[in-house]
């Protein structure tokens, strides 16, 4: 299969008292492992970053990071290894002090948007007109759709509908299909 991005991500920084908290939420296709980090900054001492609105398994992975003396600053992540629409909720990063953990606790709310992505195989007579629609559920806003024939990318062809409640749709159009098994597959940009 080809390769084509899973996630697209956006940044916001609160600034609390003397040090931040940098968070990205994301978009990201249904069992797609994906991280989700929590960036401090102006920090001048390594700090415990530890995450909330989990349950406990196998399916989520967290890591406080290394303190950065030269940057001053430190990265904690969150690893969801399969994401399911169970999992598109808000996390929480929490942020403290390692030598007085109550005294200096901040956090910062990560949402996780999972959706899922539907692609049915279709088969075709080589010199043939065909369809190929793709479908991507449970978003919360719209998508830019890639297509791809095996690893190159298509450039032309394709049609993307509005979001629609929660799902969106995009049909790839291919004239004269050649012979042959290389797949067509679709996902976010």
Known sequence: S???PNSAASSTVD???DYSIEVSSKEV???TA???SCKITEVNKEMTIAWSGFSSGDNFVQSSGSYNAETKSQTGTLMVKSPAVTEDKTYTCMVSSVANPSSSEKSSDVKLNVFSMVLPEIQAKAGTDVIFTCTVSDLTKPVTFV???GETKITSGSETQPLSGDKQISQLTVTSVTQGTTPYHCGPA
């Open 2 to 4: 080809g390769q084509y």
């Open 15 to 17: 600034t609390l008292d």
């Open 29 to 31: 296709k249904m069992n």
């Open 34 to 36: 994906t991280a989700i």
């Open 147 to 149: 297509w791809y024939k």
